[in-house]
Structure formats: structure tokens, C-alpha cells
């Protein structure tokens, strides 16, 4: 993912195991939308329940990821 210092990221979504934060940043990605998994490097993955797996995308793309993330995944805001 692309960034700048003056870019702010946004979680469009937050799982409790890496495989489908890396799937639906994949997903992101091949529809145009920088996307990147945030928090899945923990050798402990139980941890995550407490500190999730996010995925994050450019600020300005945040509306248009969101169309794309299936509703039972999206954060709620």
C-alpha cells in the first residue's frame, strides 16, 4: 500500500484471524482499492480476539471499500 505522511488509513473491517482480513484486502486490491491487514503478527493467535486483525484502506477510498465489504464483516461505526 501507498502512503504518504499526510495519508490517513480507515479499518473497513476487523476479523479475529488473519486468512480473511488477507482475503478481503486481496479482494480490495484486485477492485482498484489499496488495501492493507494491520495486526495479524502476533505468534499468538488467540490474541486476536482481543486485538483484532484490521484491514485498512486510504481514507479517500473508505466509502467506496466499504460498498465492497460484506455486511457481517464491515466495522461498525
Same mark, same amino acid.
Given at each position: ?28 486490491? %484486485? ?6 491487514v494491520?495486526?495479524? %503478527? ?30 457481517? %464483516?464491515?466495522?461498525?461505526?
Amino acid at each position: 500500500m501507498e502512503t504518504t505522511d499526510t495519508q490517513k488509513f480507515k479499518t473497513v473491517a476487523k476479523f479475529s484471524e488473519r486468512i480473511p482480513a488477507e482475503i478481503l484486502a486481496g479482494m480490495l486490491n %484486485d477492485n482498484g482499492i489499496p488495501a492493507g491487514v494491520f495486526g495479524a %503478527d502476533s505468534s499468538y493467535p488467540c490474541l486476536n480476539y482481543a486485538h483484532p486483525v484490521e484491514v485498512k484502506v486510504n481514507a479517500d477510498d473508505f466509502d467506496r471499500a466499504l460498498a465492497l465489504v460484506p455486511e457481517e %464483516d464491515r466495522v461498525q461505526e
